[in-house]
């Protein structure tokens, strides 16, 4: 007993030690080269230089934003796998993504953005994912059982309507609206206000906390729903207020970031097979993992071919999905993988 | 100890159990047989809250076990299952799942007194010297030793076992039996098990409850519910019904098509 909580004590360390180098590295590259070395004295010096604006108003609200995203998204992601019991379950296979993109393509159409910029988006993006949640939501508790199996495929059916109804408006909008919903549905950490990043960031930590309570729940999830009532356990309960957490961090991440796509996915599966099936290690680990991964993608998105910057969801996705791939051509992992 | 009174339920408009009366009492060795479909899985899942109850209350130790929350529950009742999750955990991590109803709201891991409660529980099974062996890396013999060690650890009053031994073979299904046996005789565990094999049955409860379509046939001692003309009534099949040497019980031998025929020549 005492080996697994050293365990643990390693394992979050490394992710720590892994989300504070990406952060540094995040914050050192960028077109206006500044060294390690000099952080620390521009931060002293205080306000007013250049340095000083480009480190703490332009790259540090991107690190605390990817931070917030990315931890955020696995946290939801892990959530979600557990709860389901399937590994291919992400946070945007309820169609919480879907209905996102559909509040932020009605809202650019109608230009409504034009009357509230700044505001209008997230906020059209967060009252779409509510609304699909809400819909899932409501078609199930109508029924007196809350299956999983039908909650998952309601979500998916749900996905397929609203990303069917982006698609009509995508066909039916002018050249520069079509060019902001795509832009929107890349996903990009770019240039939200801070009360966004804050808001982002208070959701993203205080899920992390409540999650933190299901930990041991969630275990005896994963051996099944009836096993779990035998440990007594109220699993409607469970379900419902876990599907509620993993909705509002999808929800706002959405909102706020557009699609970033794989993190939840990915990261989540990936730590699974590094630490193990156990939540009260896996909820953090993933947290951590998730938000360095996702800073680290967002470093490269607006460094690679700079001063042009990429959607940060194609470089999770390029990025993740060959690490991935390559971890689990490796035998040695792939038995460990075969596991969890 | 559990009292069913009058219990109709089913699952949606399909009535599994029509108006059950059934009383076991503490300490008792109680099997539950009966043909595929009678309703025998059914009982344990209305015990434990799976199903609710159409009519009739279940009573554990003279409360409605519906007043109960799951988390009483579980600490009144453990439950070794026919369904076997292959689990990516090791034995130790399985069996100490079986504390989940004693932890409070703010704890997260582990007691010593969990974890001391957990080790007595695979010593009594024989399950220590395998403790860090991955539970989908063990045979179905060790996994069934492995529920049962889980079962303990919730130290339960009572331990509902749905079919522990199938899939076994005789060695396993008698070190099965035995250890639940050993459990009822020395701690006064209370023990109810869904059995498909007659003579096991006969072998090892001390009362016997012989359900048919949903209703209880007959109950009590072996060799009074496991006569020729209950059998084959119950179970609409040829028998031989002779008594075990050794212990005195019953013993159910079963008839081929093709000795029958022979026979009626």
């Known amino acids: 007993m005492k080996k697994k909580t050293t365990n643990w004590f390693f394992s979050i360390s490394a992710a720590i030690i892994f989300l504070l180098t990406a952060c540094i590295i995040s914050l050192v590259s960028g077109s206006a080269g500044i060294p390690v070395s000099k952080i620390i004295s521009i931060f002293l010096e205080g306000k007013g230089t250049a340095e000083y604006s480009i480190l703490f108003d332009i790259r540090l609200p991107r690190i605390i934003l990817g931070f917030a995203i990315g931890g955020g998204l696995s946290l939801a992601g892990v959530i979600l796998q557990g709860m389901f019991r399937n590994p291919l379950v992400e946070p945007y296979t309820l169609g919480i993504s879907g209905g996102a993109a559909l509040g932020v393509s009605l809202c650019i159409i109608l230009k409504l953005n034009q009357f509230l910029p700044n505001v209008a988006l997230p906020l059209s993006g967060f009252f779409g994912s509510c609304l699909v949640v809400l819909a899932v939501f409501f078609l199930h508790t109508q029924k007196r059982v809350f299956t999983v199996e039908g909650l998952l495929l309601t979500g998916v059916m749900v996905s397929f309507i609203s990303s069917s109804l982006v698609m009509l408006i995508l066909s039916i909008s002018r050249t520069e609206e079509l060019h902001s919903i795509v832009f929107w549905i890349m996903g990009s950490l770019a240039e939200p206000s801070w009360a966004f990043i804050i808001t982002v960031f208070v959701v993203s930590l205080l899920c992390l906390l409540l999650s933190y309570f299901f930990s041991l729940h969630m275990n005896a999830l994963s051996l099944g729903e009836e096993e779990a009532i035998h440990l007594g356990i109220n699993t409607e309960r469970m379900k419902k207020q876990l599907l509620l957490i993993a909705s509002l961090l999808t929800g706002i991440s959405v909102s706020v970031a557009g699609l970033i796509g794989f993190v939840g996915l990915i990261v989540p599966h990936f730590v699974r097979i590094l630490v193990g099936y156990d939540h009260r290690a896996l909820i953090i680990i993933s947290f951590f993992c998730g938000a360095g991964f996702l800073i680290f993608c967002d470093t490269i998105a607006r460094t690679i071919i700079s001063p042009i910057e990429l959607p940060v969801g194609v470089i999770t996705g390029i990025l993740g999905g060959s690490i991935f791939v390559y971890i689990l051509s490796r035998k040695s992992f792939f038995k460990a993988g075969d596991r969890s | ?265």
């Open chain 2, 1 to 265: 100890m559990i009292r069913i009174d009058h219990l109709t339920c089913g699952y949606g408009s399909k009535i599994v159990l029509d108006n059950i009366t059934l009383e076991i009492h503490k300490g008792e060795f109680v099997g539950i047989i009966g043909p595929n479909g009678s309703g025998k899985t059914t009982i344990m899942r209305a015990i434990t809250r799976l199903i609710k109850p159409i009519t009739g209350t279940i009573y554990l130790e003279g409360i409605n076990v519906s007043s109960l929350d799951y988390k009483e529950l579980a600490q009144k009742i453990a439950v070794v299952s026919q369904n076997f999750p292959v689990m990516a955990m090791s034995v130790r991590e399985f069996v100490l799942l079986g504390r989940i109803p004693y932890y409070n709201k703010f704890q997260f891991l582990e007691s010593e007194k969990d974890l001391a409660i957990a080790e007595n529980a695979m010593v009594m099974t024989d399950m220590i010297k395998l403790e860090d062996s991955y539970m989908s890396e063990m045979s179905s013999g060790e996994v069934q030793l492995a529920f049962i060690a889980r079962a303990i650890t919730q130290e339960p009053s009572l331990l509902l076992l749905d079919e522990p031994t199938a899939h076994l073979d005789i060695t396993h299904q008698v070190g099965v039996l035995d250890l639940i046996k050993r459990l009822n005789r020395q701690y006064g565990l209370t023990v109810l098990i869904v059995l498909h094999d007659l003579n096991l049955a006969s072998e090892y409860c001390d009362r016997l409850v012989l359900m048919n379509q949903g209703q209880i046939e007959n109950t009590g001692r072996p060799e009074e519910v496991l006569t020729y003309g209950n059998i084959e009534k119950v179970y609409n099949t040829v028998v031989v019904v002779e008594k075990n040497p050794i212990s005195g019980k019953p013993f159910v031998l079963v008839v081929s098509e093709e000795v029958k025929r022979k026979c009626e020549r």
